[in-house]
C-alpha cells in the first residue's frame, strides 16, 4: 500500500489540504514494518523518536495493569495515527499492539517537526488528529461508565463501523474486525460471560451481529438508537452513513 496516499487521504476526513502539504506528505520517508498478532508496537514507558500510521490490519491502545491484565482503550485501522501524540510528550503512558496481523510505517519525530515548521497547516491537521483521539477517549469514558451493557457494545459496534466506512474499509455492511471476545471484554470492562450475554441481547435486536472477527450491521438506525450513538465528536467533514 502507498503510505502517503493512505495518509493523505485520513487527513483529508477532517482536515483542508493544500497542494503543497500533500507534497510534503508525499516526500515523507515512510519506514513499513510488519507486526504479527499482539506484538507491541510501543510500550508503556517508552521515549519513542517516531510515530506511525497505520497501513492495514488493527492495532490497540491498552494500559498494562499491575496484574498482568489490559484495559484496551481504542482501536485503530488504516489511516490512524495511534501514537501522533507522541510527537508532542516525552513518554508513553500506554501501549500499542496489533490486533491480528498489521502493517504500519513509522515517520522519525524530527523529518515531521521539520515537516510542521514549513507547513503549519499540515501540523494542524496532525494535530486535529490527536484532537480527534481525545475525543475518542472522552466518549469511551462516557460509554463505559454511564450507557447500559447493550448500549456500551452497540456504541462501541458504531463507532468503528463508521469509521471504517469513511475510509472505505467496511463493504456491504460488513467489517473485518478481528477482536476476540475477550478484548472486547477488555475494551468495555465486562466479564467473557457477560460479553456473551449481551451479543445474544444485541442479536436478538436483529440490529447487529458479530462472530469470528466479523461484524455485520442489519440496521444501522436500531444500532445507534440502541447505542445512543451520535457520530459529532468523530468530527468528520462527510457523513458516510
Known amino acids: 500500500m502507498e503510505a502517503d496516499r493512505i495518509v493523505i487521504n485520513k487527513l483529508r476526513e477532517h482536515s483542508r489540504l493544500t497542494g503543497d502539504d500533500i507534497t510534503e506528505i508525499r516526500n515523507l520517508n515512510f519506514a513499513p514494518r510488519e507486526l504479527p498478532d ?45 501514537d501522533a501524540q507522541a510527537l508532542f510528550v516525552d513518554r508513553m503512558d500506554h501501549a500499542v499492539c496489533a490486533i491480528g496481523p498489521a502493517l504500519v510505517a513509522g515517520i522519525q519525530h524530527k523529518e515531521l517537526t521539520r515537516v510542521i515548521a514549513r507547513r503549519p497547516g499540515l501540523g494542524f491537521a496532525i494535530w486535529r488528529e490527536t484532537l480527534i483521539d481525545a475525543a475518542i477517549f472522552r466518549e469511551a469514558i462516557t460509554n463505559n461508565s454511564a450507557r447500559t451493557k447493550p448500549a456500551r457494545m452497540a456504541h462501541l459496534f458504531c463507532e468503528l463501523f463508521y469509521r471504517a466506512r469513511a475510509l472505505e474499509l467496511a463493504h456491504d455492511d460488513r467489517l473485518e474486525l478481528p477482536v476476540s471476545l475477550v478484548q472486547l471484554g477488555e475494551a468495555l470492562g465486562m466479564a467473557i460471560a457477560t460479553v456473551n450475554r449481551t451479543l445474544v441481547e444485541l442479536r436478538a435486536s436483529r440490529a447487529v451481529d458479530f462472530r469470528s472477527g466479523l461484524l455485520t450491521v442489519f440496521d444501522w438506525g436500531r444500532l445507534c438508537a440502541i447505542g445512543e450513538f451520535d457520530p459529532g465528536y468523530l468530527h468528520l467533514k462527510k457523513q458516510p452513513l
Do not use: N
Open 38 to 82: 499482539q506484538e507491541d508496537l510501543i510500550r508503556q514507558g517508552d521515549e519513542p523518536d517516531k510515530s506511525v500510521v497505520v497501513l492495514s490490519g488493527w492495532v490497540a491502545r491498552y494500559h498494562l495493569l499491575s496484574g498482568g491484565g489490559r484495559q484496551y482503550l481504542s482501536f485503530h485501522m488504516a489511516g490512524d495515527w495511534p
